[in-house]
């Protein structure tokens, strides 16, 4: 391990992102919640009287799509995202970080950049006739849903970011991957 350098300012950076993702995905996770009760009241709603809403059943499904996304941020903080790890799991902690580097740069970001410039264009349209649900009792704010996408992954990207520091401070060995925040939080 070369000598460790103080904890600049980038370091902090990359603290500051992974506490505000980590507040947010606490956040998020109370929709979880919320969805659960709706779905609930729906079911019973549902089979006990017969009846049932447009508005409910859209609820639920906004509420899933926000909570997918707006948690991608905190589950990458926890590296809780899926891997196919055949190669990977069999090198060292500073291949690993300089490998997740190269491709959070040439693959992630990229990604992340084409998402929001290609959804870009239907969210301002849908904002311009302030889009509503197609179906009568429905949801009035399609285009608000449209807008968490594009809120989404400019969050994700934030969290990339953080990922790319703590990433280059392993590869270059000045942290071990046992002090990488997403280890020890």
């Given at each position: 391990?070369?000598?460790?350098?103080?904890?600049?300012?980038?370091?902090?950076?990359?603290?500051?992102i992974?506490?505000?993702?980590?507040?947010?995905?606490?956040?998020?996770?109370?929709?979880?919640?919320?969805?659960?009760?709706?779905?609930?009241?729906?079911v019973?709603?549902?089979?006990?009287?017969?009846r049932?809403?447009?508005?409910t059943?859209?609820?639920?499904?906004?509420l899933f799509?926000?909570?997918?996304?707006?948690?991608?941020?905190?589950?990458?903080?926890?590296?809780?995202?899926?891997?196919?790890?055949?190669?990977?799991?069999?090198?060292?902690?500073q291949?690993?970080?300089?490998?997740?580097?190269?491709?959070?740069?040439?693959?992630?970001?990229?990604?992340?950049?084409?998402i929001?410039?290609?959804?870009?264009?239907?969210f301002?349209?849908?904002?311009?006739?302030?889009?509503?649900?197609?179906?009568?009792?429905?949801?009035?704010?399609?285009?608000?849903?449209?807008?968490v996408?594009?809120?989404?992954?400019v969050?994700?990207?934030?969290?990339?970011?953080?990922?790319?520091?703590?990433?280059?401070?392993?590869?270059?060995?000045?942290?071990?991957?046992e002090?990488?925040?997403?280890?020890?939080?």
């Amino acid at each position: 391990m070369s000598a460790r350098p103080s904890e600049g300012g980038l370091r902090r950076l990359a603290r500051r992102i992974d506490d505000y993702q980590d507040a947010l995905g606490r956040g998020i996770s109370w929709l979880m919640l919320l969805m659960v009760a709706i779905v609930f009241g729906d079911v019973i709603l549902r089979y006990a009287v017969g009846r049932t809403w447009v508005m409910t059943q859209e609820a639920e499904w906004y509420l899933f799509g926000i909570v997918y996304l707006m948690a991608a941020g905190y589950t990458m903080l926890w590296n809780e995202h899926v891997r196919v790890d055949i190669l990977y799991s069999r090198w060292s902690p500073q291949r690993k970080a300089a490998v997740d580097l190269v491709l959070l740069i040439v693959m992630f970001f990229p990604s992340c950049l084409m998402i929001v410039y290609s959804t870009w264009p239907f969210f301002r349209a849908s904002l311009a006739v302030l889009e509503g649900s197609p179906d009568p009792g429905g949801i009035p704010l399609r285009w608000a849903l449209k807008a968490v996408i594009i809120v989404a992954f400019v969050n994700l990207m934030i969290q990339g970011l953080s990922q790319a520091i703590k990433n280059y401070y392993v590869a270059r060995g000045w942290e071990g991957p046992e002090q990488r925040p997403t280890e020890i939080y």
